[in-house]
């Protein structure tokens, strides 16, 4: 599926400054992580799901933090604001249909 480049570009904006949509992204990203992904906080699988070997381990300690109820602290959400872009296209297509309509809508 061809993205439009406007809304990659919005949801990276969005990725790199909104704590909603960074928060979100996080937990929802980190779903798609392998059980033994999750339970080890590393990338074991070459799938081109989840986050990459880098970005695993304190992603992941941030999406369980998350879950259970807490909050990221501003130092942690500098943190995801910084890699959580790069993750843009793997988060647009976590994007229900109708919603990317509109978001496409939004941003034309």
């Not at 406007?6 to 990203?29: D, F, G």
């Not at 695993?56 to 604001?81: D, H, W, Y």
Request: zero cysteines; hydrophobic letters at 40%; glycine letters at 4%.
């Amino acid at each position: 599926m061809k993205l439009n480049p406007k809304v990659v570009e919005y949801v990276k904006q969005q990725l790199s400054s909104n704590p909603t949509w960074a928060t979100r992204a996080i937990v929802k990203h980190w779903e798609r992580q392998t059980t033994d992904e999750k339970i080890a906080q590393n990338t074991g699988h070459d799938n081109g799901v989840g986050y990459n070997g880098t970005d695993a381990f304190i992603l992941s300690s941030f999406a369980e933090q998350i879950n259970k109820g807490r909050t990221l602290s501003p130092k942690q959400l500098v943190i995801a604001f910084r890699k959580l872009p790069k993750y843009s296209r793997q988060i647009i297509s976590l994007i229900p249909a109708d919603k990317l309509a509109a978001l496409e809508a939004k941003v034309a």
